[in-house]
């Protein structure tokens, strides 16, 4: 049974989805045993509250640097037994550090098509807005793993939707929504159960 901790920043959306896909019983290898918000007062928090799972912030303002940032972040990971990492939604940059520490046990979801639409800067209603001012027909959400470079890593999953004439960043942020909850949880299924072969930049589901 691997301890997943899932790193979020607000609603929580994609950490329900991975909440109520564990109380289905789809993840039988692995269990969320914590979550780590990047600030307080998050909804996010009251759904960990609401499914018994521990929770904590680490919150970037409170650390000099982005090192001690980094070492905290690790420290709490490292005192929970964390397995895999998953970001949900979760805004602030990881070091080199942390990464180094988790290689290939970070996953991450993303609101459009990786390599599309991507990259620093690229999150939240940004991404909506950029799909639309480039007149794309279609968008979705890839589930990648992280490496030290931001929306990088190789992709896991990705699932598609259509763009419509009428879309704004909420319509369209509301139906990609939709295909996270989907591949987020899939995702971390197949890691936990050991599915996942990496060759390069290639992820294979074995």
Known sequence: MLNIAVLVSGGG???????????????????????????????????AAK????????????????????????????AHNIDLVVLAGFLSVLGPSVIAAYPRRILNVHPALIPSFCGPGMY???????????GAKISGATTHFVDEQVDHGGVIMQKSVPVL??????????????????????????????????????????
């Open 13 to 47: 959306t994609n950490l329900q989805a991975l909440l109520d896909s564990e109380a289905r019983g789809e993840n039988p290898n692995g269990k969320i045993t914590l979550v780590v918000a990047s600030k307080p007062g998050v909804y996010a928090l009251e759904r």
């Open 51 to 78: 499914a018994g799972v521990e929770s904590c912030v680490v919150r970037r303002k409170d650390y000099d640097n982005s090192e001690d940032f980094d070492a905290a972040l690790l420290g709490t990971l490292k």
């Open 124 to 134: 939240g209603h940004h991404v909506h807005e950029a799909v639309l001012a480039y």
């Open 165 to 206: 004439e009428d879309d704004t960043p909420e319509t369209l942020a509301a139906r990609v929504l939709t295909v996270e909850h989907e591949i987020l949880p899939e995702s971390v299924r197949l890691f936990c159960a050991e599915k996942l072969g990496v060759d390069g930049r290639q992820v294979h589901v074995l």
